[in-house]
DNA sequence: ATTGTTTGTAGAATTAATTCTACTGTTATA
DNA sequence: TATAACAGTAGAATTAATTCTACAAACAAT
């Protein structure tokens, strides 16, 4: 390997970042994608200077690991292969409060990243974002040294708290994927109804299709 | 920015690989994600040493860059932020025969390896593959070695393996919760004609609805 | 070489679903 | 208590989506 091409790398490619001598961040990357996370690690080492990063693919060894070192922090995706990394999320803040922790994912921010808040997570970034607002997460989030005091978990932000009980009634169906002919059949209601109240769903869940509305009651754990 | 960092980036964690000083490979890289784009081009840079590489993020920022520069190798996910890529490679086969194409998406390579093949595409790459064997097929496309068939992956049950092209194409935007009428103005059909197709995915699929057909994808990691 | 099957595409007819409007209770709230 | 926002229900009009049929081209199997 040449060191002329890693310089070419870093003095045409990368904006060069002074380093902070006095924090020492000690950074987890948990996806399961070894290019995403093999392009965060070279990011964040090349382009902010911080270079003491680990990496795990699945929550089985991310939890193994957030015992084996105490890392500052966690950037982690919301699918692994093993599970839903929501579901280990609040045991991670119970252990390890002072964790910084952000969520990288492809699910856009509009949705998910107002409802991983109540997760108490404070940083979101979209997998789809440019890199010029990448690195700017990125750095901010890595330099932020003040442990995220977290406005204490408002269940009102639920989106589904807000429904109606005939709203609810008629999430259920549309949730299993039953057309609002047959609900209206169901019901005993007439189709013009069931669309309004499914349009009042959709208004106050922010969702746009029944796909959004499905992943939007899976992240809440709504069963009904 | 300092070299030491850097040479651990070197030394540490990329395996040294020898470069052929005779080829010249120009590289494109076509993906909308920021962070795959840049991760995959440091990589090919520090792993492979070849250095010239470009990027886009859209189909028309793809097209418009292989009129303007003469490229020998093309790496490209299957959807971009603009449309599917399924829909111009046949242009770009056609007007670049000798272009090499590396399909490298997210979905398993038993579904669309075989759709892509079609477009006399011989190299796909799972972004789920371990790093290993990216590297690995990565060196071997890009010094145009044939590559080695992947026969080891069985689930012969899996029903979206069944799928043609365009079903899969139509597929994509369904499991996006996107409706028939925006899906067959973005691939200018009649909605009939989607419909139709529609109709032939729940038929191979045996998905009774979209939520069935989410939930499946979800199962054979078809997500995208 | 012939025949059956799959794929890609729609037209016509029909059905499903939504939108816009509106009315009546009910429940907060100023 | 008056008043505004919300909840539950539809009619009329409109739009979205499906079904049924069909046909040509590509492909596979005999």
Redesign the pocket.
């Known amino acids: 390997m040449e060191i002329r091409a890693l310089m070419n790398v870093l003095t045409n490619e990368l904006p060069a970042v002074k380093l902070n001598p006095v924090m020492q961040p000690k950074i987890l990357i948990a996806d399961d994608h070894s290019m995403i996370r093999k392009g965060l690690k070279l990011h964040v080492q090349l382009t902010l200077g911080f270079t003491d990063i680990d990496e795990v693919a699945t929550c089985n060894e991310l939890m193994k690991e957030l015992v084996k070192n105490k890392y500052t922090h966690l950037i982690l995706d919301i699918i692994l292969s093993d599970g839903n990394t929501l579901e280990v999320i609040p045991n991670i803040r119970r252990v390890y409060p002072d964790l910084n922790i952000l969520v990288f994912s492809m699910q856009p921010a509009e949705i998910y990243g107002e409802a991983v808040k109540q997760y108490g997570i404070n940083y979101y970034m979209s997998k789809a974002v440019g890199e010029e607002e990448m690195i700017q997460t990125l750095q901010k989030f890595i330099h932020n040294e003040t442990p995220h005091k977290r406005t204490d978990i408002h269940h009102q932000d639920n989106p589904f708290k807000?429904l109606?009980?005939?709203?609810l009634e008629i999430l259920h169906y549309v949730l299993k994927g039953i057309?609002?002919?047959?609900i209206s059949e169901n019901l005993?209601?007439?189709?013009?109804?069931?669309?309004?109240?499914?349009?009042?769903i959709y208004e106050k869940t922010n969702a746009g299709n029944i796909k959004e509305l499905i992943e939007l009651a899976t992240l809440y754990n709504v069963n009904y």
């Open positions: 807000t109606a009980p005939r709203e057309g609002t002919k047959e005993n209601l007439k189709m013009n109804t069931v669309s309004t109240i499914k349009t009042r």
